[in-house]
């Protein structure tokens, strides 16, 4: 007798979805016929076309990399796109917004506060000669590029600040993602502003307000160890604040 993967078979899964209308909030089922393959991001498409042309949520590529549908799947951050209905094992599946972030519309937040902090780290190159006019090629060795090329794979989807709880007790706290950024270009040997970016990662919403929970790490989709990054920034945050101080005396 042929012995089939029960978890691959189609079966209608129920869809339970937190939804808020600016107003208030509430809860939503629906009904999704699942087949193996499905994803959870199919699954809010259908229920959009079949159900309820106002559900909202948001996303792009639906291939794990813009980080646009990230949300609270089963009570933990997760990517719909790449989230698959059969292989949850659940005949209900808890869909709500991510949370630390302010909801908008139904499953989409507002993540303007959350690219603002990205951008205070200043995550670009910084150099001293900069000459836009004579572009000059940055040498680095396989083993530099190794030394930063995880964190160059974060998709900014928000999933490592929703599950923060420092980000969770301060809104202005910089969080997992901005700092992970600050590390990559801290050790990038092509970059000179490493001071330029201290101001803020050593400022009291900076990586002194991390208690090191590793949530950050355990959620991330590209598994890039955001955790890791703050606990060696918090090193290099440690040497600089050292070197000020010495300054003075």
């Known amino acids: 007798m042929e012995n089939k993967d029960k978890s691959n078979m189609g079966r209608d899964v129920i869809f339970r979805i937190k939804r808020f209308d600016g107003e208030k909030s509430y809860w939503s089922d629906f009904v999704v ?7 959870v991001l199919e699954g809010l498409y259908y229920i ?22 990230a949300m609270k799947i089963n ?25 630390n ?19 205070a780290v200043k995550p670009y190159l910084i150099r001293k000669d900069d000459n836009y006019a004579e572009p ?17 794979l974060c998709i900014k ?22 700092m992970a950024a600050a590390y990559r270009f801290n050790i990038d040997t092509r970059d000179e502003g490493r001071d330029e970016r201290m101001f803020m990662v050593c400022s009291d919403v900076g990586v002194w307000r991390c208690h090191f929970a590793a949530e950050c790490s355990e959620v991330c989709p590209k598994n890039i160890e955001p955790a890791k990054a703050i606990q060696k920034l918090r090193f290099q945050a ?3 604040m050292i070197k000020k101080a010495l300054k003075r005396w």
Not at 54 to 68: E, H, K, N, T, V
Request: charged share 25%; with cysteine.
């Open 101 to 119: 972030f302010r909801v908008l519309k139904d499953l989409i937040t507002d993540f303007e506060g959350f690219f603002a902090k990205h951008e």
């Open 136 to 152: 000059v090629e940055l040498i680095q060795k396989p083993e530099e590029l190794h030394a930063y090329y995880d964190f160059t």
């Open 48 to 69: 959009k076309g079949t159900y309820d042309g106002s559900l909202s949520f948001r996303a792009s590529c639906r291939m794990g990399i813009c980080g646009s549908c």
């Open 157 to 178: 989807c928000g999933a490592c600040f929703s599950v923060c709880p420092a980000a969770a007790t301060r809104d202005d706290y910089l969080g997992p993602a901005a």
């Open 75 to 99: 009570d933990k951050p997760r990517l719909a796109c790449e989230t698959q209905i059969l292989q949850l094992n659940s005949s209900k599946i808890k869909i709500e917004p991510l949370d």
């Open 33 to 39: 016929p699942a087949q193996k393959g499905m994803t």
């Open 238 to 240: 440690a040497v600089h």
